[in-house]
């Protein structure tokens, strides 16, 4: 089945240490894109990238880096800069690599990071 | 400041009636709007869109309606079922601009037997 894989589902971060999560897609699609989402607020944008080598930053994107040397795969690295990193994660994507595009964003069923 | 809210944090319904979910924006550049159905601990699953150029799109129980005077858009769905209890979100798009879709906080729908 087609779909968006985030891995682990629950993960574990020690203050000082980076962490990376996992979110790989088979829906053949350009654009993906990883949101944090925390209690009682919306989805909130990290880093998007609309086509392989290349993304841009979010709306909140400081502590946090990406890359997308594969189309089908784009890992989000929760650095110790960020303060704050205890959240859910999520990944999605689209068929919408360029602008004016109608496709809604497919999502993973997203990481829980917490802090020890 | 939020440009995408949903006043209502949460909704209880009676199986069986409708179920009317709010959202309202503030960026008149928005005009393509979505809306997102979330379980716990799942990801968001697409449910219904709109585009600007229309009022109204239908799809099986769920509506969609939008008044772009008011920047209002709202969700009905009729009949309510016990398995429409969720999270749903509302989030809107500049289609020029990419697309970045900003996100209402959510409203918390409980549907009861």
């Known amino acids: 089945d087609g779909g968006i894989t985030q891995s682990p589902k629950y993960l574990f971060r020690k203050e000082g240490q980076n962490v990376t999560l996992s979110c790989e897609q088979n829906?053949?699609?350009?654009?993906m894109y990883w949101y944090r989402q925390d209690p009682g607020q919306g989805l909130r944008l990290i880093y998007y990238?609309?086509?392989?080598?290349?993304?841009q930053k979010g709306d909140i994107a400081e502590g946090y880096s990406v890359s997308r040397e594969k189309k089908e795969s784009f890992p989000l690295t929760v650095t110790s800069a960020q303060k704050n990193p205890t959240a859910f994660y999520l990944c999605?994507?689209?068929?919408?690599?360029?602008?004016?595009?109608?496709?809604?964003?497919?999502f993973g069923d997203g990481t829980r990071l917490s802090i020890l | 400041d939020q440009q995408v809210k949903q006043n209502s944090p949460s909704l209880s319904v009676q199986e069986g009636r409708i179920s009317i979910l709010n959202c309202d924006y503030t960026?008149?550049?928005?005009?393509?709007f979505l809306w997102y159905k979330k379980y716990p601990a799942e990801g968001p699953t697409f449910l219904i869109s709109?585009?600007?150029?229309?009022d109204k799109n239908e799809d099986g129980r769920f509506t969609v309606f939008l008044n772009k005077s008011a920047k209002h858009l709202s969700l009905h769905i009729v009949p309510s079922q016990p398995g429409d209890s969720a999270v749903y979100f509302c989030?809107?798009?500049?289609?020029?601009?990419?697309?970045?879709?900003?996100f209402g906080p959510g409203t918390r729908l409980s549907v009861l037997p």
């Open positions: 999605a994507s689209s068929m919408g690599g360029g602008s004016f595009n109608d496709q809604p964003q497919h």
């Open positions: 829906l053949n699609h350009d654009a």
């Open positions: 990238s609309q086509i392989v080598n290349d993304f």
């Open positions: 960026n008149s550049m928005f005009d393509y």
């Open positions: 709109i585009s600007s150029i229309k």
């Open positions: 989030a809107a798009s500049k289609r020029n601009y990419g697309q970045n879709f900003v």
